[in-house]
C-alpha cells in the first residue's frame, strides 16, 4: 500500500457519459497529480494541484476537469466520454518540502468505455 | 513532442544483466529518476540520482547519468523474474514520463 488510494479500481461506462475519478493523497503531501496511462500514448501528465490550487497543466482535454479539495483529496471529472478514453488514470503525491520531488502513485483506476 | 524518450521493449535471460534507456531534455533538473511499474500496478520509485552525480549504485541496480548528451540509463546486474516490469525515467518539473521500456525476464 503506498498511501495513495484511488477509487473505484474499475469502472465500465458508455460513450457519452460522465465519470469521476477520486484520489486520497499520502498522508501529509500537499501536491495532486493525475496521469493517463494508455497503449499508444504511453504515461500522459494530465494536471497538478497544490494545497488546493491548479500548479501545472499537461495534456488535459477541455472536456476533462479536476480539483483539490480542502481536505486535500482529489476528483479528475471526465465528461462526454469518447472511446478514446479507455485508460488507467493513475493519481500521485508528492511531500514539495521533501525536495526531491519523488512521487507516489496509488494503484490506479481502471476506465473502460464501451 | 516528449519530453521524456523512451520506448523499448527488451527481453533478458535470469542471471543475466539488463540496460534500459533514456533521454532527457531539462538540462536544469535538479533530479532524475528511475520508476518501476509491475503488471496490475502503479509506478514505483526505484532509484534516483542527483544531477550533480555521474553514477549512482545500488544494489543490483547501476545508474549512469550523461549530462553533456542528456542520457540516462539504468543497468540491472542479475536480473530476477521479479525484475519484469515497464521502467521509466522522469526529470524533476517536467512530470513527464513517456512510453517507458517493457523488460522481460526469461526464466
Known amino acids: 500500500d503506498s498511501g495513495v488510494t484511488q477509487t473505484p479500481k474499475h469502472l465500465i461506462t458508455a460513450t457519452g457519459q460522465r465519470v469521476t475519478l477520486r484520489c486520497s493523497p499520502r498522508s501529509g503531501d500537499l501536491s495532486v497529480y493525475w496521469y493517463q496511462q494508455s497503449l499508444d500514448q504511453g504515461l500522459q501528465f494530465l494536471i497538478q494541484y497544490y494545497n488546493g490550487e491548479e500548479r501545472a497543466k499537461g495534456n488535459i482535454l477541455e472536456r476533462f476537469s479536476a480539483q483539490q479539495f480542502p481536505d486535500l483529496h482529489s476528483e479528475l471529472n471526465l465528461s462526454s466520454l469518447e472511446l478514446g478514453d479507455s485508460a488507467l488514470y493513475f493519481c500521485?503525491?508528492?511531500?514539495?518540502?521533501?525536495?526531491?520531488?519523488?512521487?507516489?502513485f496509488g494503484a490506479g483506476s481502471r476506465l473502460t468505455v464501451l | 513532442g516528449e519530453d521524456v524518450e523512451q520506448s523499448l521493449f527488451l527481453s533478458v535471460r535470469e542471471g543475466d544483466s539488463s540496460v534500459i534507456n533514456c533521454t532527457y531534455t531539462?538540462?536544469?533538473?535538479?533530479?532524475l529518476y528511475w520508476y518501476k511499474q509491475e503488471p496490475g500496478a502503479g509506478l514505483q520509485l526505484l532509484t534516483y540520482?542527483?544531477?550533480?552525480?555521474d553514477m549512482k549504485q545500488d544494489q543490483r541496480l547501476t545508474v549512469l547519468l550523461n549530462k553533456k548528451d542528456k542520457h540516462l540509463s539504468l543497468r540491472i546486474a542479475d536480473t530476477q523474474t521479479g525484475d519484469s516490469a515497464i521502467y521509466f525515467c522522469a526529470e524533476n518539473g517536467r512530470l513527464a514520463f513517456g512510453k517507458g521500456n517493457q523488460v522481460v525476464v526469461i526464466p
Open positions: 500521485a503525491s508528492s511531500d514539495p518540502h521533501g525536495g526531491d520531488n519523488v512521487l507516489t
Open positions: 531539462d538540462s536544469s533538473s535538479t533530479y
Open positions: 540520482i542527483f544531477s550533480n552525480m
